[in-house]
């Protein structure tokens, strides 16, 4: 199975800054990935597909990085409705299909 | 707009079976595959079920083989997981979520909210 290995765990920032969430996969996921966002009490909701395709509706400053085996999301300038928990989804060839561990964004 | 409203979560006990129930509109349910996701209480996300547009794929977690069964009424607009056996560490959101007419396509596209699962004696 491919592992996804998402870092920091955690970050705190403030308002306007540049924010970077890492995903390592365990072998090559081509571009296959997708990034999602979660607020408390809610269910995710898809930023990026295919490593670096914008979601319709999702604000520009969210973008998507990477190939192969590491991705990056990258948050030009943080929003307060940008604090939430990130996650990761490899969705390469056959199940299962795995997620990372999630980053909580958090206000400084 | 595209809506996916799941129900029949609840408590049960273990070893006992319930059956969700996701009510999508919006798009034409029969030529898309679907997913089942997980969240359980303070964790991240796993991915359980999907099943293919036509209902005749269906690819597990292992953790869930032979216990949970997908599958989808095209003719009402709904998805389902029949849910036997459960145990302790099925407890969880369950959310259904649209993906793409073919597996996996880019993953899951639009969710549902969440139906809560919780077994316990």
């Known amino acids: 199975d491919i592992q996804m290995t998402q870092s920091p765990s955690s970050l705190s920032a403030s308002v306007g800054d540049r924010v970077t969430i890492t995903c390592r996969a365990s072998?090559?996921?081509?571009?296959?990935l997708g990034w999602y966002q979660q607020k408390p009490g809610k269910a995710p909701k898809r930023l990026i597909y295919?490593?670096?395709s914008l979601q319709s509706g999702v604000p520009s400053r969210f973008s998507g990085s990477g190939s192969g085996t590491e991705f990056t999301l990258t948050i030009s300038s943080l929003q307060p409705e940008d604090f939430a928990t990130y996650y990761c989804?490899?969705?390469?060839?056959?199940?299962?299909?795995?997620f990372g561990q999630g980053t909580k964004v958090e206000i400084k | 707009q595209v809506q996916l409203v799941e129900s029949g979560g609840g408590v049960v006990q273990p070893g006992r079976s319930l059956r969700l129930s996701c009510a999508v509109s919006?798009?034409?349910?029969?030529?898309?595959?679907m997913y089942w996701v997980r969240q359980a209480p303070g964790k991240g996300l796993e991915w359980v079920a999907v099943i293919s547009s036509d209902g005749e794929r269906k690819y597990y977690a292992e953790s869930v083989k032979g216990r949970l069964s997908v599958s989808k009424d095209n003719s009402k607009n709904t998805l389902f997981l029949q849910m036997n056996s459960l145990r302790h560490d099925d407890t969880a959101v369950y959310y259904c979520?649209?993906?793409?007419?073919?597996?996996?396509?880019?993953?899951?596209?639009?969710w549902g909210q969440g139906t809560t699962v919780t077994v316990s004696s």
């Open positions: 919006g798009f034409t349910f029969s030529s898309y595959a």
């Open positions: 979520a649209k993906g793409d007419p073919w597996i996996p396509g880019y993953g899951m596209d639009v």
């Open positions: 072998q090559s996921i081509r571009n296959d």
């Open positions: 295919a490593a670096s």
């Open positions: 989804l490899q969705y390469n060839g056959q199940p299962p299909w795995t």
